[in-house]
Nanobody, 122 residues
Framework: VQLQAFGGGWVQAGGSLRLSCAAS????????MGWFRQAPGKEREFVAA????????YYADSAKGRFTISRDNAKNTVYLQMNSLKHEDTAVYYC????????????????WGQGTLVTVSS
């Protein structure tokens, strides 16, 4: 499975960005797609995920009400719409997939994209 994440960039606080993660290869071996982020000097943290079985979205508390995860089956692409961005959302965002049971656990994801940098100015 290959994942390519893109859509990051610079935005002012309060603005929006949409990240995309395009998947290719043996994607049928995975159960979900997740987004994680890692800020400088901090550990990687869960942001959002979506299960293939029922398109159920799951969000970290920090993302609830501001971020929306969705997917386009025809394009094998998962999106993360991020609104009302805050300076503390600044991080490298990664998409990941795999046969995941607990969506928040990064170590359960087998395949990772290269990351895309989101910078939110205060």
């Amino acid at each position: 499975v290959q994942l390519q994440a893109f859509g990051g960039g610079w935005v002012q606080a309060g603005g929006s960005l949409r990240l995309s993660c395009a998947a290719s290869g043996r994607t049928f071996s995975s159960d979900a797609m997740g987004w994680f982020r890692q800020a400088p000097g901090k550990e990687r943290e869960f942001v959002a995920a979506i299960r293939w079985s029922d398109d159920s979205p799951y969000y970290a508390d920090s993302a609830k009400g501001r971020f929306t995860i969705s997917r386009d089956n025809a394009k094998n692409t998962v999106y993360l719409q991020m609104n009302s961005l805050k300076h503390e959302d600044t991080a490298v965002y990664y998409c990941a997939t795999g046969p995941v049971q607990y969506l928040q656990r990064a170590y359960e994801y087998d395949y990772w994209g290269q990351g895309t940098l989101v910078t939110v100015s205060s």
